[in-house]
């Protein structure tokens, strides 16, 4: 079945044929689910047998580490979805699950991995680098001007 608006094919989506059936795709669900993130947990869409068991399971352990933040660090990860594809999505799920990777810059860093879409770091180049520490020195700040703003005004 497919959604039309002004011409131009929006959705689509399986068409259920027997009554009672409900068809939940989580993609249709995710940008919602970023708005309301503690939703996750009950929302039925994520114990449809669609979803892998390893994401279900890497769900319950964000929750249980970070609470509401778990969440939505995890919807925030579902959503990477739409560019990479479910089968990628998995692969790290089960890659993080190994490494006890449970945060979103951790996840989609072994996204970027998994895609080889890392960007190499850059080196210093050997004149930048310090030759010795002891011969830096940092400026003392003055404090002076930082009474001045916190007054709102300027100070002799």
Do not use: W
């Given at each position: 079945?497919?959604?039309?608006?002004?011409?131009?094919v929006?959705?689509?989506?399986?068409?259920?044929?027997?009554?009672?059936?409900?068809?939940l795709?989580?993609?249709?669900?995710?940008?919602?689910?970023?708005k309301?993130?503690?939703?996750?947990?009950?929302?039925?869409?994520?114990?449809?047998?669609?979803?892998?068991?390893?994401?279900?399971?890497?769900?319950?352990?964000?929750?249980?580490?970070?609470?509401?933040?778990?969440?939505?660090?995890?919807?925030?990860?579902?959503?990477?979805?739409?560019?990479?594809?479910?089968?990628?999505?998995?692969?790290?799920?089960?890659?993080?699950?190994?490494?006890?990777?449970?945060?979103?810059?951790?996840?989609?860093?072994?996204?970027l991995?998994?895609?080889?879409?890392?960007?190499?770091?850059?080196?210093?180049?050997?004149?930048?680098?310090?030759?010795?520490?002891?011969?830096?020195?940092?400026?003392?700040?003055?404090?002076?001007?930082?009474?001045?703003?916190?007054?709102?005004?300027?100070?002799?």
């Amino acid at each position: 079945m497919s959604i039309v608006a002004q011409n131009e094919v929006i959705a689509t989506h399986v068409r259920c044929d027997s009554r009672e059936q409900m068809i939940l795709v989580l993609d249709h669900y995710l940008d919602i689910l970023l708005k309301k993130p503690r939703a996750v947990r009950d929302a039925r869409v994520m114990h449809g047998t669609d979803i892998p068991e390893v994401v279900r399971l890497f769900h319950r352990e964000m929750r249980q580490r970070h609470g509401a933040d778990g969440d939505r660090a995890f919807v925030r990860f579902m959503l990477l979805h739409r560019e990479v594809g479910m089968d990628a999505i998995v692969s790290v799920l089960h890659i993080a699950s190994e490494q006890q990777v449970y945060h979103f810059e951790g996840l989609h860093e072994l996204v970027l991995k998994q895609t080889g879409q890392v960007q190499p770091m850059s080196s210093l180049s050997a004149e930048k680098l310090p030759v010795d520490l002891s011969q830096y020195r940092v400026q003392k700040a003055d404090t002076s001007r930082y009474s001045a703003l916190t007054s709102g005004g300027e100070r002799g």
